[in-house]
C-alpha cells in the first residue's frame, strides 16, 4: 500500500467510525421508540378495561386486560383479569391468573390476598371478610396498574325516631326540617354526579392522551375534594404528561402525605424530580417504592439513574432485579442488553 493510499485510509476511517456510531444511536432510539409505543399501547388497553369494569361490562373489560397482557404482561392486569373471571363464575381460571401475578411479582400483596380467599371458597370455607359476596360487588374502586382505592360510599346517617307529637307547630317544624334534609340530600347527589362526570371525562382523555382536558378535569374536581390521595395522584400524572413539573410535584406529594401505602405515586415522583434535576430526592423516591413495593419500574428507573452517574455495578444490580420481578415486559431485553455493556465496564 502506498503512502497516497494510506493517507486515504487515514482520513475516510474517522468518517466511517462516525457514521457507524450515528447508525448504532439511530437503531437504538427506533428500538427505544419502538418500546415506548407498547408501553403505551398496553396502557391505553389496560385503562379501557378500568372503565368497562366501573360500569361491570365485564365481558369488554376482560378482552381489553387480555390484549394489555399480550402486549405487555403486568401483575395488576392479571389480577383485575382474575377478579373478572371469579365474578362470571371461573374461580379456577382466576387462581391460573393470580399465579400468572405472583411469577412477575411474589410479593404482590392483593395477589396473595384474593388467592388466598379464592382457594377457601373453592375449598368450601369462607374467609371472616368475605360474606360470601361478590368480589366486584364491594365498595366501588378506582383503579390503577399498582393501586387500587377503596372509595367508601357516603352514608347518611339517618335521625333517631322522634316521638309524636300532637303540637301542630312542632309538626310544622318537622315537615320543614324533613323537605330541608330531602333538598340536601339532591344538592348532595348533584354534587356527587358532577365529580363523577369529571372524573369520567378526566380517565377518558387520559386514555387517549388528552392531556389538557384530563388537566381542567381534575383541577376542577380537587376544589371540590381536595384531599383524595388517588384523584391527587392523576393529577400529578397528568400535570407531567403536560410539563407542568411544579405542579406535578406538589400534587404527587400530596397524594403520598394522605396516603403513605400509594407505592406507585413514590416511581412517578422520583420521575418528576429526577426532570427537574433533584436527582438526590429522586434517588430517595425511587428507593421508597422499592422498600414498600418493591416496585419493578421503581428498579427499573434507579437502574437508568444510576447508570447515568456511572454507578455501573449498582445499576447491574438493579437491572437484574427488574428482570427477576418483570420478566416478559417489554423493557426486559433492553435491561437485558445494559446488564451485558455495563458488566464490562464494572467488573
Partial sequence: MN????????????????????????????????????????????????Q????????????????SIEISPRPSA??????IQEETGRTEEALASLDKAMKLNPKYHRVLLLKERLEMRLSGKSAASDNQTSLLQRPKTIQSPDKVEIVTPIAIDSPDASPILSNQNQETKTAQQSISSENSGIA?????????????????ASASGKWDIAFNNYDKILKKLPDNAKNLYDYGYVS?????????????????ELDPGLISAYNDLGVVLEKKQKTGEAIKAYQKAIDLGPNQDAYF?????????????????????????????????????????LRRLAY
Fill in 240 to 256: 407531567f404528561q403536560l410539563n407542568k413539573l411544579d405542579i406535578a410535584e406538589t400534587a404527587i406529594k400530596k397524594a403520598i
Fill in 188 to 204: 348532595a347527589k348533584k354534587k356527587d354526579d358532577e365529580i363523577d362526570n369529571w372524573l369520567k371525562e378526566a380517565k377518558e
Fill in 52 to 67: 368497562h369494569l366501573l360500569k361491570n361490562e365485564f365481558e369488554d373489560a376482560e378482552r381489553e386486560y387480555l390484549a
Fill in 301 to 341: 428507573n434507579l437502574a437508568l439513574l444510576n447508570e447515568k452517574q456511572g454507578k455501573y455495578k449498582e445499576s447491574v444490580e438493579l437491572y437484574e432485579k427488574y428482570i427477576e420481578m418483570d420478566s416478559t415486559s417489554s423493557y426486559t431485553s433492553f435491561a437485558k442488553q445494559r446488564i451485558s455493556k
Fill in 78 to 83: 392479571y389480577y383485575f383479569l382474575a377478579l
Fill in 3 to 50: 503512502r497516497h493510499t494510506r493517507d486515504a485510509w487515514k482520513k475516510l476511517i474517522p468518517s466511517v467510525f462516525v457514521l457507524c456510531a450515528f447508525s448504532l444511536v439511530a437503531c437504538q432510539t427506533q428500538q427505544d421508540q419502538g418500546w415506548k409505543e407498547k408501553v403505551t399501547l398496553a396502557l391505553e388497553h389496560f385503562y379501557k378495561g378500568e
